[in-house]
């Protein structure tokens, strides 16, 4: 196992296709996954796809547990038995429903930035496993939203390509400034708190 370089927007690797994993059980695939779940772990993120660590296959893999959701995720949207660490090879995405939502998302290929963007809120996915079983899942929330970054990353997407107003992509140092000077007003705020934003 080793930790890989992760390589950051900019570079070709990030902007192909990838191409179709042809025997997921080969022993390559196997190695080439350990070094992606030790570099996701080392990096602290929540998801990794091959073409991140310049290797151009259909491989992702992605952990949407609870604790690694964004502070002020609502429970449901939080929650997922299903979303713990998942290797997914050759996957394919199929939309449940039109309804969009907005949340933050980062990227370690585009580090120290974040970014609200617009996802599909159901989707099914599919795959297979290192051991050629199938995969098959209904994702919500969150975990629907780390799915659909991770396989962005297939077709040589990066979140900012997703989103609809540059203006919501910030530096991750500035984030609780661009939250108080974006808090909508309400008839309850009192003085102390208008003073303290």
Not at 39 to 59: F, V
Not at 113 to 118: I, K, S
Not at 157 to 182: K, S, V
């Amino acid at each position: 196992m080793a930790i890989r370089k992760i390589a950051r927007m900019g570079h070709p690797v990030l902007k192909g296709v990838a191409k179709p994993v042809p025997d997921p059980t080969a022993p390559e695939v196997k190695a080439l996954v350990r070094d992606m779940i030790e570099t996701m772990i080392d990096a602290n993120g929540a998801g990794l796809a091959a073409p991140q660590i310049y290797e151009p296959w259909r491989i992702v893999v992605f952990q949407a547990p609870p604790e690694r959701a964004p502070e002020g995720i609502g429970e449901e949207e939080a929650f997922d038995h299903t979303a713990s660490l998942t290797v997914l090879i050759n996957p394919e995405i199929e939309v449940l429903t039109e309804e969009m939502e907005k949340g933050w998302e980062g990227c370690l290929s585009v580090p120290g930035l974040r970014g609200a963007v617009p996802r599909y809120t159901a989707l099914r996915y599919r795959g297979v496993s290192l051991t050629g079983e199938p995969i098959e899942r209904v994702a919500r929330g969150f975990h629907a939203r780390v799915v659909q970054h991770e396989c962005d990353h297939l077709d040589g997407i990066l979140y900012p390509q997703r989103m609809d107003d540059l203006g919501e992509l910030i530096f991750e140092t500035e984030a609780r400034a661009w939250a108080a000077a974006n808090r909508p007003e309400t008839e309850e705020e009192t003085d102390e708190e208008k003073a303290d934003a």
